[in-house]
């Protein structure tokens, strides 16, 4: 009987105990890593998914368009402080047509991205006339802080 010795374990593992369809690994009680760890951005019941582009509220898949994932991304990463319109029309478009981009187009997006988080988009607010943020709508940020200025 050929032995081998597990790397977790400080025992030895035989042949028969992997039996057809496992690992060394598996029998030794170490599941082998098929994927690396997720990158993930968590806010309450919102779980963003950096690796799969994917978000989700308390479980339930939100299918989202890839600019509402940016925006969202962007929103969450800013921890609570104020974005400005210009700032989200950067990330959204990812720097392309921004200067002639109407404020309009970017609250158009915004508006569907709330409705698409339900119970959860009451918590992207308009800071101001020019700034949002990502946070609970008892606490907004003072009006005038801009992506963490003062």
């Given at each position: 009987m050929h032995r081998v010795q597990s790397p977790h374990a400080q025992t030895s593992i035989?042949?028969?105990a992997c039996g057809p369809g496992r690992t060394r690994a598996s029998?030794?009680?170490v599941s082998p890593r098929l994927h690396p760890p997720a990158h993930v951005l968590r806010s309450g019941p919102i779980r963003v998914d950096l690796d799969r582009k994917t978000v989700s509220v308390s479980g339930r898949r939100v299918p989202l368009n890839g600019m509402e994932f940016r925006l969202i991304k962007?929103?969450?990463?800013?921890?609570?402080?104020?974005?400005?319109?210009?700032?989200?029309?950067l990330v959204a478009w990812q720097g392309r047509r921004s200067a002639d981009l109407p404020?309009?187009?970017l609250e158009l997006h915004l508006r569907r991205l709330k409705a698409k988080l339900r119970t959860e988009g009451h918590r992207i607010?308009?800071?101001?006339?020019?700034?949002?943020?990502?946070?609970e709508?008892?606490?907004?940020p003072r009006l005038g802080v801009v992506a963490g200025r003062r």
């Open positions: 035989p042949d028969e029998a030794s009680g962007a929103l969450i990463e800013a921890h609570g402080r104020t974005l400005s319109c210009h700032d989200l029309i404020t309009r187009l607010s308009a800071a101001d006339t020019v700034d949002y943020y990502f946070g709508a008892t606490n907004p």
